[in-house]
Structure formats: C-alpha cells, structure tokens
C-alpha cells in the first residue's frame, strides 16, 4: 500500500493558483503528493517550503533543489519562513489529519484494527503517548477530551470505565482500550465509534487544535497579497476552525466591520461554499469521505 493517497489533490492544487515563479508551503508533507503537483507547475525559479514532524515522511522528499524540507510542526510556519529569508509566500496547503501511512503502520498505535501499543504520535520524539493521557489524566479531563474531541455523548461514562479498568492494571495497548469500553462498543457497527474515541486520544496527544489555531493565525501574515490559504479537514472541529478564520480573520468567527459596514477581514472566500469529494474519487480512495476543502485568498 501507498505512503498516502492525498484527498481532493487536483481540487486544492488549483485551488493555489500557482505561478510559476512563486513561492508555496505544503504544511503536511507526508508522502509528497501534493508537493509533488506544486512542483510540476512551478518554474525553474519557484520554491517550495514543505513541513512533517513525523520522521518517516523526510524518506519521501524528491531530489528537487526548489524544495526545502522542515522536520518540524506546521505551528512553527513564520519561525522557519524567516529563518530561510522568505518574507511573503505565494500559497499555504495543509491537508489536516492522520496520512494512511500512520494507520497502516500498527505499532504507530493509530489504529484499532491491530492490537498494538497505544502510542498515536504524529511526531515520535516527543514524550505523551495515549497511554499516558489514558493511565495519567483525571477523569474530568477525559471527559472534557472525550466531549470536545470524540464529540461523544457518553463521555462521563467511557471516563469512568478508562478510570474504573486503570485501576486493575495499566492500559498499554488498543486491546486493552477496546476491552475496557466494550460495553459502550455497537454491536454490528463499532468502527464510527470506536474511529471518535481514537480520534479525541489522538488530538490529545499531538495537541493539533492548539497546533491549528497557531498555524492559523500565522498565515496572513505569511501571505502575499493575493496568495491563497488551501485547507483540507477531516473532522467538525478543525474544519469549523478554518470555515471562522476564512470567514471573519479571527477563530471565533466573530464579524468585525468598520464605520461604513464592511467586514474587516484579510480574506475573500474563493468557494463559497465547501468542496468535498467526487464519487468517482471515493470509489478508489474511501479515506478522503469526509474531507473538506476550504480556499481563502488574502485581499490586504
């Protein structure tokens, strides 16, 4: 199996409306797909910036000197824009979430599919696993992941069970979660439950709302005027996020006008409304089904 099969990939390249000379950042490199597009419509003069914290992503960047590879968080953009020299870019890309590769690695503990150590670090030099938030946390602050990032209804009662089974022994692995939360599982249907608790433990553990709003917010400054902001999500909470930002400039989507009634803001929506993928896209490739795509271009 591939590294990655990107989402959405000829929407969101053209979506940057790129320019041959121009200069882009693909924040989620992964396995190169979208960096690769960028770089056949660039020129000889263009440069990509491209950011993975996950070390197994750098074994795929191409032998290209107009690419420059960052091993580090997207929440760091403008720190490393300024360290290369780069002022103003020409289009930011980030395509959110968990590349097919961590799934399909089950050591990576990404997935419930193998019993396998509860990791899910995106970024493996950095020291919390799910293990830690499950066997460490207070039961309060499961519930609050569980609620705000499961959007599980029942997440006073997963807490107390994660609480309850800690008690008896240490949860080290998938198995162990799966066995612990069996009596919440559905019957006939666990894979949309079983995909919200991992994916809350996941956000947990790789901080990405708090990695999101940072990157956020840093964009428009990084952008030239007529750049484009291109994001694909996966889930409710982060595509909100983006759907505010692009809307009003600020994470809230508080709408700010001035004296003549026109909305302060940075950005002019370039789809109205969300772009979401063909069926001919999710007949050969079923993990982009619930991605979305939100384009932004910075007007001052």
């Given at each position: ?78 720190n490393y824009l300024r360290y290369y020299a780069i002022e103003k870019v020409d ?47 207070s039961r309060d602050d499961l519930v609050k992941i569980f609620r705000a990032y ?103 989507g508080t709408i700010q006008k001035d004296f003549y009634g026109r909305v302060e ?36």
């Open positions: 199996m591939g590294y990655h099969k990107p989402a959405l990939l000829h929407e969101s390249i053209d979506g940057l409306n790129i320019k041959p000379k121009g200069i882009y950042v693909d924040l989620t490199f992964g396995g190169g797909g979208h960096s690769r597009e960028v770089l056949k419509k660039l020129g000889k003069n263009g440069r990509l910036v491209a950011f993975d914290q996950d070390q197994d992503a750098e074994a795929n960047v191409p032998d290209d000197k107009r690419i420059i590879f960052v091993g580090a968080n997207f929440r760091y953009l403008r289009g930011i890309l980030a395509d959110l979430g968990i590349s097919s590769h961590q799934i399909d690695r089950p050591e990576r503990g990404f997935s419930f599919k193998s019993d396998a150590a509860l990791d899910m670090r995106m970024d493996v030099r950095s020291s919390k696993t799910a293990s830690q938030v499950l066997n460490k946390y499961g959007e599980l209804g029942n997440a006073k009662a997963l807490a107390d069970a994660v609480t309850k089974s800690r008690m008896e022994g240490t949860l080290a692995t998938t198995g162990d979660l799966e066995r612990t939360l069996q009596r919440f599982i559905p019957k006939g249907h666990p894979s949309k439950f079983l995909a919200r608790v991992y994916q809350a433990l996941r956000i947990e553990v790789n901080r990405e709302m708090d990695s999101l709003r940072e990157m956020l917010l840093q964009t428009a400054g990084c952008l030239d005027e007529g750049g484009r902001l291109v994001v694909i999500t996966y889930h409710s909470i982060e595509d909100r996020m983006v759907k505010n930002y692009m809307r009003s400039g600020n994470l809230e803001t940075p950005w002019k929506l370039v789809n109205r409304s969300v772009i979401i993928p063909s069926r001919e896209e999710l007949e050969v490739n079923n993990r982009a089904r619930s991605a979305k795509l939100r384009i932004a271009e910075r007007i001052k």
